[in-house]
């Protein structure tokens, strides 16, 4: 009964491959949201979607490109990547802006 | 935007202990949340509050929006509380989180 998932939880991967981490929320919730923690741990909006519309896509090289099929998935697709794209990225979801956030258990992505 | 000012960066704490933990904000607060992030990575809502004081067990909240901080207290701390706590509020009109660096708290056995 997980609120909100996300796969793979681990992703280890040579520098220049396409990569996507897939992620599904089953609160009925309308906005889901992308964000990446870095090494010292700081979390970063990257993409919101309300209802499938992109509303947010704040500085993230275009290689980054999200993807909602419907309003329950949200999923991130990572073309070239590069060393520097290791990191923990979380998929959330909200009910608006007067409800918390429900975030998935993280992705750690490791570019070798 | 929205600055999130999060103190102390650190805590240790003997098993038992009680602490506060502070978050001051550069604007109006709208809608507050505080997180916990455990050893595991995962991060766990503890508490929605734009104002006033929640209780959830050990831990309660209280924030004072008129002027711009939040604390989390825990008292009789437990290992299982270790991890990075987190607050954040919305940033902007589409409702996207900012969060502040986290407070890391390690409590001792």
């Known amino acids: 009964d997980t609120a909100v998932s996300q796969t793979p939880k681990y992703l280890v991967t040579q520098m220049g491959n396409d990569k996507s981490i897939k992620c599904e929320q089953n609160?009925?919730?309308?906005?889901m949201y992308w964000y990446k923690q870095d090494s010292k741990k700081f979390l970063k909006i990257m993409f919101s979607?309300?209802?499938?519309?992109?509303?947010i896509n704040e500085t993230v090289p275009n290689r980054f490109s999200p993807k909602s099929p419907d309003k329950a998935h949200l999923n991130l697709h990572i073309n070239s990547l590069e060393l520097g794209d290791s990191a923990v990225y979380f998929c959330?979801?909200?009910?608006?802006?007067?409800?918390?956030?429900?975030f998935g258990s993280g992705t750690r992505l490791t570019v070798v | 935007g929205i600055q999130v000012e999060q103190s102390p960066p650190d805590l240790i704490l003997q098993e038992g202990a009680n602490s506060t933990l502070r978050c001051n904000f550069s604007?109006?607060?709208?809608?507050l949340q505080w997180f916990h992030q455990n050893p595991w990575g995962q991060l766990i809502n503890l508490f929605y509050?734009?104002?006033g004081t929640k209780q959830n067990g050990r831990l309660s909240a209280t924030t004072v929006a008129t002027e711009r901080y939040s604390l989390l207290y825990i008292s009789s701390s437990q290992t299982t509380d270790s991890g990075v706590y987190f607050c954040?509020?919305?940033?902007?009109?589409?409702?996207?989180?900012?969060f502040g660096k986290g407070t890391k708290l390690s409590v001792k056995p």
């Open positions: 959330a979801s909200s009910g608006g802006k007067k409800y918390g956030y429900t």
């Open positions: 609160l009925g919730h309308d906005t």
């Open positions: 979607y309300n209802n499938k519309e992109l509303i």
């Open positions: 604007d109006s607060v709208n809608n």
């Open positions: 509050i734009p104002s």
């Open positions: 954040a509020d919305y940033g902007g009109s589409q409702g996207n989180l900012i």
